[in-house]
């Protein structure tokens, strides 16, 4: 994904000034407040319990692989109930007071086509996040942890940007995340939208840094 990074952000009016300096109080910033806040910035913010974290800039290879996902994903589904959303659409998970920016998400889900969704979904079945390594441990980890209270996802699909490896996350009929590694050839099964993928398509264009 793009990289997370924790920011002393300045916000205006009623959510204060959060500047370098002293410790101050956090001041009271609720999802809703965030959601009317971030569409005012220039920059992206992610949101998670009160707190709000600037993400920076993609590099090369992290958006080539996320645009050749949705290629791919895209040709597959278009037609369908599904739809891809790529980078700038934020995930809304109430159950866990959070809101991010998946590098790559497939909703199937009526709820997230309507008027109120225009600017956050709710309902995924399918999350691919792109691995770098600064932001490899918090996706693995917390925000994983986060994304597993949404009823409806089904896959979430871990792409590293410097090798041809990934790993994929299934949730099981009981509730199990099960993973499953793949590369550096062949092809993935994403049972959640019935799509089959090449890893050669999803990392194409992709330069590697030699060892």
Not at 57 to 82: E, F, M, W
Not at 158 to 184: C, I, K, N, T
Request: proline share 5%.
């Amino acid at each position: 994904m793009n990289g997370y990074t924790e920011q002393n952000s300045k916000l205006n009016g009623k959510f204060g000034d959060r500047t370098m300096g002293a410790p101050q109080q956090s001041p009271a910033f609720t999802i809703d407040d965030y959601l009317v806040w971030e569409a005012g910035q220039a920059e992206r913010h992610e949101y998670l319990q009160g707190e709000v974290c600037a993400t920076t800039g993609a590099s090369d290879a992290p958006n080539t692989i996320a645009l050749n996902t949705a290629v791919g994903l895209r040709s597959a589904l278009r037609g369908g109930p599904c739809r891809i959303n790529i980078t700038d659409m934020k995930l809304r998970v109430d159950a866990a007071d959070a809101v991010f920016y998946p590098d790559l998400m497939v909703t199937c889900d009526p709820r997230d086509r309507s008027p109120e969704a225009d600017s956050h979904k709710h309902f995924p079945r399918l999350i691919v996040e792109v691995l770098s390594e600064s932001t490899a441990a918090y996706d693995r980890g917390r925000k994983f942890e986060i994304c597993r209270m949404i009823d409806t996802l089904q896959e979430v699909l871990l792409v590293e940007q410097d090798r041809r490896h990934m790993d994929l996350f299934s949730r099981e009929a009981d509730g199990r995340w099960v993973p499953q590694s793949y590369g550096p050839a062949g092809e993935v099964s994403l049972a959640s939208v019935g799509v089959t993928l090449t890893l050669d398509s999803i990392h194409e264009d992709v330069e590697f840094a030699t060892a």
